[in-house]
């Protein structure tokens, strides 16, 4: 095995390999002779040459190497998959997902799933019959939907079913030609049936846009840093006829469902949502009273003819049903629930407990990190105080707390994004660092 003890130094080769990653490349260094034959064999369709040890290589394996073979050589797909990531981001669509086309016409179709859930397994039962493009990453263009190949080896477990893997070519594994210009023609979520109760019919099931962003956005990368990521995901749903459902109990049962799909171009379907608007993303514009909830910006959005708002922030995909969605793009400036319902009766009826319905989904916005309360601390309850007695202002409760505070031997930092009011300003101004939004706003109103 490449990298076993005792093995003679002087098979070391003088010269590194540059392995192509999609748009980018890694460069390796101080492989033996026996580990430089393994890395062309495996990664030969990445185009594999040999170049001028660089001064810093990405990947360098020292003769004295505590990491064996299979493990370092595990560690350089995951480098030279990040580097494939890094590569597009930004400018192209990423999956983590197998990619295969139809040999003759160059039809792709992406097989998404999360890791670990049948991928590779899938890659190797109908690999053998179509173009193999990837396994684990598939870089579409948005315009023309041109898919860049990154047929990278296969991590395979051994028959113990423990990692570290071996990465086995796809020439070693017999699977189909890669082909430089295929286009994306569909794309299908994998879902095996695991010990299925009776026989499964392999078929394939469309699904309907929302379900198919659940199932689609936590398998892409970095689609937020794709100018309008979402709804560039959106166009390509529909310019491929919508996501399919690939239901299956073995992955080779899927050959004639899968050549069926890309017998034929897709239909494209007609946009089911609309796109939010630059300025349904910002967040509220506008000072916040006491009480108001603002909205945060998001990356992206949707407003489906259903109703249904989808949001993008960050990696994440929010849902909002119901009242959510009002209250949402009703948030273009801090407002309290009276003030939401107040617009709501503008447009219509509203029924008796509509602040209350609006409060709730208020707060579901602020739990789910899309709004905030708009105070860092708005100060005391003036309620609260009224029922004082005379003495009580004796007492310096609050001001104990911030001596405390203050004498601190951890550096303390107030993030404020909003009202620092009253006792909201003395606590602020008794940590280390004051850091404030531009919605920050700090008084003392008892100063008058």
């Given amino acids: 095995m490449p990298g076993a003890q005792g093995e003679d130094e002087a098979m070391s080769e003088t010269t590194a390999l540059r392995i192509g990653t999609g748009l980018d490349a890694v460069t390796v260094s101080g492989l033996t002779g026996d580990e430089r034959a393994e890395v062309i064999a495996s990664w030969a369709r990445c185009g594999v040459e040999a170049v001028e040890p660089p001064a810093r290589a990405d990947a360098h394996r020292d003769a004295d190497t505590a990491r064996p073979w299979l493990q370092w050589h595990e560690d350089l797909v995951f480098l030279a998959?990040?580097?494939?990531?890094e590569s597009a981001r930004g400018t192209h669509l990423l999956f983590h997902a197998a990619c295969l086309a139809a040999p003759d016409t160059g039809a792709a179709m992406v097989l998404v799933a999360a890791s670990g859930?049948?991928?590779?397994?899938?890659?190797?039962?109908?690999?053998?019959?179509?173009?193999?493009?990837?396994d684990e990453t598939a870089i579409i263009a948005p315009d023309g939907l041109a898919v860049t190949p990154y047929p990278k080896p296969l991590s395979v477990l051994g028959a113990r079913g423990v990692r570290p893997k071996t990465q086995r070519g796809p020439d070693d594994l017999g699977l189909g030609p890669t082909l430089p210009d295929a286009r994306l023609a569909r794309i299908a979520v994998l879902d095996r049936v695991r010990d299925p109760a009776g026989p499964v019919t392999p078929r394939a099931e469309a699904i309907e846009l929302v379900a198919a962003l659940e199932a689609l956005v936590p398998q892409t990368s970095s689609l937020s840093l794709l100018p309008r990521g979402l709804v560039t995901l959106c166009r390509v749903l529909d310019a491929v006829g919508g996501a399919q459902r690939l239901v299956y109990a073995e992955a080779e049962d899927l050959r004639d469902v899968v050549d069926g799909l890309l017998a034929a171009p897709p239909t494209p379907v007609t946009p089911a949502w609309e796109a939010l608007t630059d300025e349904e993303l910002r967040a509220s514009v506008g000072a916040a009273v006491p009480g108001a909830v603002s909205r945060c910006a998001v990356d992206d959005g949707i407003l489906t003819d259903s109703g249904r708002l989808v949001l993008l922030a960050s990696d994440r995909l929010v849902v909002l049903e119901g009242l959510g969605p009002s209250v949402w793009l009703l948030l273009d400036e801090p407002r309290t629930a009276a003030d939401v319902v107040a617009h709501l009766r503008a447009e219509g009826p509203v029924p008796e407990d509509a602040e209350a319905r609006v409060r709730e989904a208020m707060d579901a916005l602020v739990t789910a990190q899309l709004a905030t309360t708009g105070a860092f601390v708005a100060g005391?309850?003036?309620?609260?105080?009224a029922a004082r007695g005379p003495l009580d202002g004796l007492a310096g409760r609050m001001q104990g707390l911030y001596a405390r505070l203050s004498a601190m031997e951890t550096p303390t930092v107030a993030a404020v994004n909003g009202y620092a009011f009253g006792g909201g300003c003395e606590l602020a101004l008794a940590c280390d660092v004051r850091i404030a939004s531009d919605r920050?706003?700090?008084a003392l109103p008892e100063t008058g």
């Fill in 380 to 385: 005391a309850d003036i309620r609260e105080i």
């Fill in 81 to 85: 998959t990040s580097r494939a990531i």
């Fill in 440 to 442: 920050a706003q700090f």
């Fill in 117 to 134: 859930t049948g991928k590779t397994t899938a890659t190797r039962r109908l690999g053998p019959h179509f173009a193999y493009l990837t």
